[in-house]
């Protein structure tokens, strides 16, 4: 008979003193200087694709995608310094939306954002600072005419300098058309904040990443002259703030060992969206993925409001009678 003596599980707090002992080993390894700027996989939304070396970026945009946007930053951002890189419009996707005006069908919208903030939200967050194709700058969903509008062919230079003092600032070129500067800000304690962290999940918040919004739209990212970037004059290559030791890597991909996923499952309106969306927001460093309708409707930037019709709501009442072996009267149906 086999033994029933059993070992001790681990508890809550050595599992943590064990996560916390391999992060500090992670840190303790310098930034090689062979790492190659590109766009992070692990840090962009799911429905958009990196591809041509990690410097090609498009998202999907079949059927109810289309009506999407979708974001990714670069795997390496700065802390200091006076750096720039390019994002070349190579084509619009194949769509068919006739619904939508012409002008919101194509749009790419680049810039910068500190490492904690959402990916799908460029321009529209405290610490994000995004230029659109429709010739509008943003910061905080505040929108302003800057620039030109832009599209398929143009190449945006987008330069950061944080190291004048005492405003940081940002500005872009338009195919070699100096635009100016879109916004001054202020990089220390009373703006974007950016902080001298040594906790790995959260040393994205010591640094701006390179970030592109799109929608139905294929860019081109250029971090390094040799990916054909043509610097401003007085700012870098963004690829060299690594050997300036400017450079704050990005999120990488986890053990899959370590990953977790939690499947929310209750009645209608009995609170999983909620205690989810709280969940994540106490834990920021497991940068949890929420999947839901909440999500999509988020990513299209409008208000949906659906009124089923009657025909809609037959069909509902006989799926009901289906799934749940009894009639649901229409009448209640029609009452919610």
């Known amino acids: 008979m086999a033994s029933s003596k059993r070992e001790n599980p681990e508890t809550d707090e050595q599992k943590q003193a064990k996560r916390a002992k391999s992060i500090i080993s992670e840190i303790a390894q310098p930034i090689g200087k062979n790492l190659r700027v590109v766009l992070n996989p692990a840090d962009c939304n799911l429905d958009f694709n990196i591809e041509g070396d990690g410097l090609l970026g498009h998202a999907l945009c079949e059927q109810g995608f289309a009506y999407c946007w979708s974001g ?19 084509s619009d996707q194949p769509l068919d939306m006739e619904d939508t005006p ?76 100096w635009l100016g500067i879109a916004s001054h800000f202020d990089a220390g304690p009373n703006g974007l904040a950016l902080r001298n962290l040594q906790i790995r999940e959260r040393q994205g918040e010591s640094a701006v990443f390179p970030h592109v919004l799109l929608k139905n739209v294929v860019v081109q990212m250029q971090f390094s002259i040799e990916d054909g970037l043509v610097p401003e004059i007085g ?19 986890s053990d899959p060992t370590t990953c977790e996923v939690i499947m929310m499952v209750g009645l209608p309106a009995s609170g999983k969206t909620t205690w989810a969306e709280q969940w994540v927001k106490e834990h920021p460093e497991k940068r949890y993925i929420l999947l839901g309708t909440n999500m999509v409707l988020d990513e299209m930037k409008i208000a949906v409001v659906i009124f089923p019709k009657l025909e809609e709501l037959k069909v509902r009442a006989e799926k009901r009678f289906k799934e749940m072996g009894k009639k649901c009267p229409l009448r209640q149906l029609m009452r919610c």
Not at 74 to 90: M, R, T
Not at 242 to 252: C, F, H, L, R, Y
């Open 102 to 177: 012409s002008s919101e069908l194509h749009v790419c919208r680049v810039g910068i954002s500190r490492g904690d903030d959402a990916v799908g939200s460029l321009g529209e967050t405290e610490h994000s600072y995004g230029f659109g194709g429709t010739g509008t700058f943003s910061n905080a969903r505040r929108f302003s005419d800057y620039g030109e509008k832009f599209g398929v062919g143009d190449k945006i230079v987008c330069i950061v300098d944080l190291e004048s003092k005492p405003w940081a600032s940002i500005g872009f070129s338009k195919s070699g058309k």
């Open 72 to 90: 990714a930053r670069a795997n390496v951002g700065i802390s200091g310094g006076k750096y720039c890189f390019g994002c070349k419009i190579i």
């Open 235 to 253: 700012y870098k290559p963004w690829a060299c703030a690594i050997e300036d030791q400017n450079a704050i890597v990005g999120p990488t991909f």
